[in-house]
């Protein structure tokens, strides 16, 4: 979230290849923006761009407030620690 708001506020949008350049791979790129998507957090497409959407905003100023918190949601939700239980 923090890549779409910088370019948003930059040049009004963020590019796939921003969210590329973060995610490190065309995989994880599509996966991270088909999540964004899904949940109403961005909206926009691979010519227009990305754009936060007021639910994203809501969502993204919560991680900012609590980053600390998600980092322990984070952790424990993790692939690995689901398996065990």
Not at 4 to 23: N, P, T, W
Not at 64 to 85: A, M, N, P
């Amino acid at each position: 979230m923090d890549i779409v708001e910088s370019m948003q506020a930059k040049r009004g949008h963020a590019l796939r290849y921003d969210i590329y350049r973060r995610a490190g791979n065309p995989y994880q790129t599509d996966s991270v923006i088909k999540y964004l998507k899904e949940n109403g957090l961005i909206e926009g497409s691979k010519t227009s761009g990305y754009r936060k959407t007021k639910k994203g905003e809501a969502w993204h100023e919560i991680l900012r407030k609590h980053r600390d918190l998600v980092g322990v949601l984070t952790r424990e939700l993790s692939g690995d620690r689901r398996r065990h239980w």
